[in-house]
Nanobody
Framework: QVQLVESGGGLVQAGGSLRLSCAAS????????AGWFRQAPGKEREFVAA????????YYADSVKGRFTISRDNAKISVYLQMNSLKPEDTAVYYC?????????????????WGKGTLVTVSS
């Protein structure tokens, strides 16, 4: 069983940076692809970034490419999202997720492994 807890959200001005962390429990996490999704008010949840179990492969939504960086530390069983050059449209609740089936499956958002989310607010 894998449990996920996000932290690091908050209020930041446009152009600023935040680093989100996702602490996982369960030794099997290192075999899971992991990623970040977000849901803005009144909108559907959307994919942000994903990383393979080894950390060797990453994918990003076009809207965050070049600004966000996903990474993981399997020794600390954690996943991170470094967010730079933040824009007001990045405002959302950010969720960490993990999937044993790999990145392709993770991006379908059908996994059972989700955190409860952390709120990121970017002011203009």
């Amino acid at each position: 069983q894998v449990q996920l807890v996000e932290s690091g959200g908050g209020l930041v001005q446009a152009g600023g940076s935040l680093r989100l962390s996702c602490a996982a429990s369960g030794v099997t996490f290192k075999y899971f692809a992991a990623g970040w999704f977000r849901q803005a008010p009144g909108k559907e949840r959307e994919f942000v970034a994903a990383i393979s179990s080894s950390g060797g492969t990453t994918y990003y939504a076009d809207s965050v490419k070049g600004r966000f960086t996903i990474s993981r530390d399997n020794a600390k069983i954690s996943v991170y999202l470094q967010m730079n050059s933040l824009k007001p449209e990045d405002t959302a609740v950010y969720y960490c997720a993990a999937d044993p089936g790999g990145i392709a499956t993770l991006r379908t958002m059908t996994t059972d492994y989700w955190g409860k989310g952390t709120l990121v607010t970017v002011s203009s």
